[in-house]
């Protein structure tokens, strides 16, 4: 009689072990349950993935049900929507605990809008990389316009070095539309931002609206980041996707600082209300030294709302840009004194003061950043009529609201005690002008 009243129980021990699942995890993804049987794992998922939150209750059977939940995520992420991910391939340059900080590689579409961007790993997996090293990274949604950008990373990995892979995808379209063939060189100080077996880019020091790619090898002596100056011939521009492409036959090290009284790259924004023919002339005490585009007595060109510019032959530009030496005397004895460390951070919160966009702002920090972060201290003041003075801007139709931020800086060992500049800017409304540029005081 015994014998027969185990039998059922042992039956029915054996289908719970079998069949009933018991929780067996639950995870800081953003809070993802495991309930797990013999013969099958129910996965309740509710995993963060960037600006959104996976939501979803799957059953995995044997075998299934005994692999980890990083591997049963690899099964999930290969049914996630592919039209609302994107990728791009980057270089790290700071790892910061759980905050990465990348620098896209040329060509990177959907990373264009910014030369740095940052995102957390905290919820992704650990895959044992350096500054220095090249990753691939996927996110959703928008990247945020801060400085550095930011995006909502679901996933990154290892990506093979560049500098030995070759460079195939078409540039710049060689036609004789295309093909420089003024009487003076269009770049001369660069700096390199990525380098592939069969060619080189880089970026000029003082910014100029291109990125450039060098074709030929460039000997290994050459890194990332180097100042150099290059001979080059059979150059070809793309004027709507701001791409330059040349042969170089040979390099050299490049030791170009910014000169002290000139004003560097003094960039015009427009912005009308609706689509509007645009005159601006600048009457600077001083000399012009470099334009773009060209400038003839004045600029003419349609300004759009969002800022786009286009001349008379249909070329757009994004802004009107100048660079010029100036007699004015710069006063600096009001201002403020920066750790270079916490330059950023100042710029960022200085600029939206005097009434610099997000957009505006990325490319005042993007120019400046790299000449002032690595110093002990700046000392930093932002004229107002002293420049202006110097460097009238007629505009015409006349703008109803006028901005116009100059900064001067200089390198300072120490830190030095100055009364606080009162930072401040009209409100944006109507026919909107902005223009920003600065320079060091040695």
Do not use: H
């Not at 995102?119 to 350096?130: A, D, E």
């Not at 928008?142 to 070759?166: F, H, L, V």
């Not at 002293?386 to 801007?393: C, E, Q, R």
Request: proline share 5%; with cysteine.
């Amino acid at each position: 009689m015994k014998k027969k009243i185990w039998i059922p129980i042992l039956v029915v021990v054996i289908l719970a072990i079998l069949f009933v699942p018991i929780p067996t995890g639950v995870y800081k993804d953003g809070g993802t349950r495991e309930y797990t049987a013999l013969t099958y794992k129910i996965v309740d998922w509710n995993r963060l993935t960037g600006d959104s939150t996976y939501d979803e209750t799957k059953v995995y059977f044997f075998p299934n049900n005994f692999k980890s939940i990083d591997r049963l995520w690899c099964y999930e992420e290969d049914e996630i929507e592919e039209d609302v991910r994107y990728s791009f391939n980057a270089k790290i340059l700071d790892i910061n605990n759980n905050t990465v900080i990348v620098e896209p590689l040329p060509n990177e579409a959907n990373a264009g809008s910014s030369d740095k961007i940052s995102f957390s790993t905290s919820n992704l997996s650990k895959i044992g990389v350096n500054i220095g090293d090249y990753v691939k990274v996927t996110y959703t949604g928008e990247i945020m316009t801060t400085y550095p950008a930011q995006i909502n990373a679901i996933k990154w990995e290892k990506a093979k070095e560049i500098r030995n892979s070759e460079y195939t995808e078409q540039w710049v379209e060689k036609t004789d539309e295309n093909k420089w063939d003024k009487d003076y060189d269009l770049f001369s100080d660069i700096r390199i931002t990525a380098i592939y077996s069969n060619c080189f880019f880089a970026r000029t020091v003082i910014p100029f609206p291109y990125e450039i790619k060098l074709n030929g090898k460039l000997s290994d002596e050459w890194c990332v980041g180097d100042q150099i100056t290059a001979t080059y011939s059979n150059v070809y521009y793309d004027q709507e996707n701001q791409r330059v492409e040349c042969d170089f036959s040979k390099v050299e090290a490049s030791d170009w600082q910014p000169e002290p009284g000139v004003a560097y790259k003094p960039v015009i924004y427009l912005y009308p209300e609706k689509e509007t023919d645009v005159s601006v002339k600048l009457d600077l005490n001083g000399k012009l030294t470099c334009t773009y585009p060209e400038y003839k007595n004045g600029w003419k060109v349609t300004a759009s709302p969002d800022g786009t510019l286009t001349d008379a032959k249909g070329k757009i530009y994004n802004y009107l840009y100048w660079e010029g030496e100036t007699y004015a005397q710069y006063d600096l004895s009001k201002g403020f004194c920066v750790q270079g460390k916490d330059t950023a951070k100042f710029l960022e919160d200085a600029l939206e003061k005097l009434g610099l966009n997000r957009r505006e702002a990325n490319e005042f920090i993007v120019y400046w950043l790299s000449l002032m972060q690595d110093n002990p201290y700046n000392i930093i003041s932002f004229q107002t009529d002293i420049y202006t003075d110097a460097a009238k801007l007629n505009v015409a139709p006349a703008p109803d609201t006028l901005i116009r931020v100059f900064m001067t800086w200089k390198e300072s060992d120490s830190f030095v005690e100055l009364p606080k500049q009162k930072l401040y800017a009209p409100k944006r409304s109507g026919f909107t002008v902005v223009e920003w540029g600065g320079t060091e005081i040695k």
